[in-house]
C-alpha cells in the first residue's frame, strides 16, 4: 500500500509538470510574473524522486520550495507526504491544511488555501482511501472550489481566470487520488472542465513592480527572532524552519542587502532570485495563443523564457543533480557546471510515458493543430511515445511529429526558423514542409572540452576518455540522425574556433541571411567574444547566444561549446 501512495504522489506531481505551461499563463495572483507552474514544479519536485526517507523528503521539501505557492504546498505537503496512511485521511488533511494556513503572513481565500479547505471537507465521509465514487466526490468538490477562487479574489474577476495555484493542486489531486483508486486513465482536458475560465480578459493590465523575488536558505548560526527582524520590513514575506535550517521568501528591492544581512547571521545554502519587472513585462507581452502551435524538446537547447517569448512548447527532460530532480529548463546552467566540476553525480532521464501523454494532451487541448518537432529518435524514445499515443489519441489529425534526427543547437535553430515561418504564413502545411527542408540543410557542431564526460555516460570507452584527455585531444561532434557523429578532433580552442569558421564558409557567403546560434555551457564570456567575430564575417545574419542543452551539457560537461547555423531564403 506504501508503494501506492509513492505512486500517487508522483502521478499528481507529472500532471502539474504536464500542465505548468497553463499555470504560468493564467498566474495574475498575487502578481502578474507567470510563474506558478515553474514554481509548482520545482517546489514538488522532491515527490516524484520519493526513494528515500519520508524526514529527508520533507526537508528536500522544504529546500526546493519556490514563490508564494511553492512555500504554501510545501507546508501542506510535509505533513501530508510524511503521514501514516493507515490512519484517518481526513485529520492527515486537516493538520496539513493547518501548517499551510500558516505559511504565509497574510493567507488569502481564493487560493491554493481553498482548495486545501474543500478537500478536508470533502474527506468528511470517508473512511479510508477513497474508491471510484468517492474519488468522482472529492473532485467535484475541488473543481467547486477553483471555480470559486475568480469571484473570491477581485484580481481574478478581473482578469477573468481562476487562480493558478488552485488549478495546480487540482490537478496535482485528481492525479493522485486516481491512481490511489486504480483510476489512472480517467483524466478530461482541465480546459474541458474548466472551460472560460483560463483565458485572461483582453482588458486586463498589471503595473510593472520593482524589485526581486528571492527564496533561499540559511543555516542559521543566531536565533530566529534575527532572522525574523530581517525579513518583517519586506513584502510577501515567510519563514519556514526545519531544525537549523530557515527557508525564507520576500520580495525587496534591494537582493544584495537582504544577501548580506543573512550571510552574517548562518550560511546562505541556496539562493533564487527573480526581477519582477522583467517576469511581469515578459508575462505581459507573451503573444496570445493561435489556433495553430509548435512544440518541441528541451533538448534543443532553447529555454523556457524563449518558449514564452516565441509562443512555443516545450517538453522537458529531467536533470538528476545529486539529491535533486527536475525538469531541465528549470536549472540554472551555473548550478549544473559547479556542480559537475565539485563531481556531484550527474544524469538524465526523461519524463514518465505517463507525463509526456498528459504533455500531448494539454497541448491538443489548446490548440487546434500541434507540429511536434521532436528530439531525434536515437537520442530519446520522445518519438515513438508521441506516434503510439497519436494512434490512440488523434482520431482528427491534429498532431504531426517530425523526428528531426537533431538535439541541441541544431534543433534549436529548426523550431526558431520554423515558429517565425509559421507566424509569417498562418499555414501548418507549408511550415511543416519548411521544417522537412530545414532538417536536410540545418548543421551543427559541438566542441569539446574534455572526453571523460562522454565517457561517463556510457557514451565514450574511458579508455579513449583518459588517452584523449592525456593527449589534449579535444572531439568535435555532430548530433546526427544515428547519433552523435565524431566530425573530428582538435587540440586547442584556436582550432576549434578555426574549424567552427570553415564549416560556416563552407555554407554562407557574407551577405547571406542565416540562422546562427552560438551555445554556451560555462564560458559565456569566450562565446560571446567569439559572436563579435561571426556578426563581423555574415552581417545580414541573426546570431543567438543560447546556452548549451542541460541535458546536453551534462552529458558533454564544462568548457563545451557549439555552432548550429541555417541559411535561410532572401
Known amino acids: 500500500m506504501e508503494n501506492l501512495f509513492k505512486q500517487s504522489f508522483v502521478a499528481g506531481v507529472e500532471r502539474v509538470a504536464a500542465w505548468a505551461e497553463l499555470l504560468d499563463a493564467i498566474n495574475v495572483y498575487p502578481v502578474a510574473d507567470g510563474d506558478t507552474g515553474r514554481n509548482l514544479s520545482i517546489s514538488l519536485s ?3 524522486r520519493a526513494d528515500g526517507e519520508k524526514d529527508k523528503i520533507v526537508r528536500r521539501l522544504l529546500l526546493a520550495a519556490r514563490g508564494n505557492s511553492g512555500n504554501i504546498a510545501s507546508q501542506f505537503f510535509s505533513v501530508f507526504y510524511a503521514a501514516d496512511f493507515s490512519g484517518s485521511l481526513k485529520e492527515t488533511v486537516r493538520q496539513a491544511n493547518e501548517k499551510a494556513w500558516k505559511a504565509v503572513s497574510d493567507p488569502r481565500p481564493g487560493t491554493m488555501l481553498s482548495v486545501f479547505d474543500a478537500l478536508e471537507e470533502a474527506l468528511g465521509g470517508e473512511e479510508g482511501v477513497p474508491g471510484k465514487e468517492g474519488v468522482d466526490r472529492i473532485m467535484s468538490r475541488l473543481e467547486k472550489a477553483v471555480r470559486e477562487t475568480r469571484e473570491t479574489l477581485p484580481k481574478l474577476r478581473k482578469a477573468g481566470v481562476v487562480d493558478a495555484g488552485a488549478l495546480g493542486m487540482y490537478i496535482f489531486f485528481e492525479g493522485f487520488f486516481r491512481t490511489l483508486a486504480g483510476q ?136 538528476n543533480v545529486g539529491d535533486q530532480s527536475m525538469p531541465e529548463t528549470y536549472f540554472h546552467p551555473d548550478e549544473l557546471y559547479r556542480a559537475m566540476s565539485a563531481g556531484v553525480k550527474v544524469s538524465t532521464s526523461q519524463a514518465s510515458v505517463f507525463e509526456r501523454h498528459e504533455c500531448y494532451a494539454s497541448v491538443l487541448a489548446r490548440f487546434e493543430k500541434v507540429l511536434y518537432l521532436c528530439v531525434g529518435s536515437v537520442f530519446t524514445g520522445n518519438y515513438s511515445v508521441a506516434m503510439e499515443w497519436k494512434k490512440e489519441n488523434d482520431p482528427e489529425n491534429r498532431l504531426t511529429v517530425i523526428d528531426t534526427g537533431a538535439a541541441s543547437g541544431r534543433l534549436g535553430v529548426m523550431v526558431l526558423a520554423a515558429q517565425r515561418r509559421l507566424l509569417r504564413t498562418k499555414d501548418m502545411g507549408r511550415t511543416f514542409a519548411f521544417a522537412r527542408d530545414a532538417v536536410a540543410r540545418c548543421e551543427e557542431y559541438v566542441f569539446l572540452e574534455k572526453l571523460q564526460y562522454l565517457a561517463a555516460g556510457g557514451r565514450l570507452s574511458k579508455t579513449g576518455a583518459f588517452f584523449g584527455d592525456m593527449l589534449k585531444m579535444k572531439p568535435v561532434i555532430s548530433p546526427q540522425p544515428e547519433g552523435a557523429k565524431k566530425m573530428g578532433v582538435v587540440r586547442n580552442r584556436a582550432d576549434q574556433i578555426k574549424m567552427a569558421l570553415d564549416k560556416m564558409a563552407a555554407v554562407l557567403s557574407p551577405d547571406s541571411l542565416a540562422l546562427i546560434m552560438l551555445e554556451y555551457s560555462d564560458n559565456i564570456e569566450q562565446v560571446s567574444e567569439f559572436r563579435k567575430q561571426v556578426q563581423k564575417l555574415y552581417p545580414r545574419a541573426e546570431i543567438i547566444l543560447q546556452p548549451l542543452s542541460l541535458t546536453s551539457g551534462a552529458h558533454m560537461g564544462p568548457g563545451t561549446w557549439g555552432i548550429a547555423f541555417l541559411k535561410m531564403e532572401e
Not at 217 to 222: G, R, T, Y
Not at 267 to 286: C, G, H, K, P, Y
Request: with cysteine; aromatic share 8%.
Open 46 to 48: 522532491p515527490l516524484r
Open 184 to 319: 489512472d486513465h480517467a483524466y478530461r482536458p482541465v480546459t474541458e472542465i474548466f472551460p472560460g475560465f483560463l483565458a485572461i480578459s483582453p482588458s486586463f493590465h498589471e503595473n510593472l513592480e520593482a524589485g526581486y523575488c528571492i527564496d533561499f536558505v540559511v543555516k542559521a548560526d543566531a536565533p530566529s527572532e534575527d532572522l525574523a527582524k530581517i525579513a518583517a520590513g519586506q513584502e510577501s514575506a515567510v519563514i519556514l524552519r526545519d531544525g537549523d535550517l530557515y527557508k525564507i521568501h520576500l520580495h525587496t528591492d534591494d537582493r544584495e542587502k537582504i544577501r548580506s544581512r543573512m550571510g552574517a547571521l548562518g550560511s546562505v545554502m541556496a539562493w533564487e532570485d527573480d526581477n519582477l519587472a522583467l517576469q511581469i513585462r515578459d508575462f505581459m507581452n507573451t503573444p496570445a495563443d493561435a489556433a495553430l502551435h509548435i512544440m518541441t524538446d528541451a533538448a534543443g537547447s532553447l529555454t523556457r523564457d524563449d518558449a514564452r517569448k516565441h509562443g512555443f512548447t516545450l517538453l522537458n527532460s529531467y536533470l
